[in-house]
Nanobody
Framework: QVQLVESGGGLVQIRGSLRLSCAAS????????MGWFRQAPGKERERVAT????????YYANSVKGRFTISRDNAKNTVYLQMNSLKPEDTAVYYC????????????WGQGTQVTVSS
């Protein structure tokens, strides 16, 4: 039912910034947690950041804590990932995700957007 579409990826310099967006449609957006995951070549998919339905509780991976910020605008059915102080190791395909059941796992995924960090 729910569909997720990411945007905002691209090529960015080391120490630069990038903002990813994920637009959701098809259900009551504010009832569901949202997350950003990433997968680099040869590595397992990693949970980067999550945010609960109201936006009042967030989680960040240690590798991005202090540099990335997840937020949501429920009026626009959109979740964002602001990425600052980017490093080459941040290079990956970034996926937006949500849950088909409010208390279940992240099991609904967007198509992904490539983020490449280089000098």
């Amino acid at each position: 039912q729910v569909q997720l579409v990411e945007s905002g990826g691209g090529l960015v310099q080391i120490r630069g910034s990038l903002r990813l967006s994920c637009a959701a449609s098809g259900r009551t957006f504010s009832s569901y947690a949202m997350g950003w995951f990433r997968q680099a070549p040869g590595k397992e998919r990693e949970r980067v950041a999550t945010i609960n339905g109201s936006g009042g509780s967030t989680y960040y991976a240690n590798s991005v804590k202090g540099r990335f910020t997840i937020s949501r605008d429920n009026a626009k059915n959109t979740v964002y990932l602001q990425m600052n102080s980017l490093k080459p190791e941040d290079t990956a395909v970034y996926y937006c995700a949500t849950k088909s059941q409010v208390a279940g796992p992240y099991d609904v995924w967007g198509q992904g957007t490539q983020v490449t960090v280089s000098s």
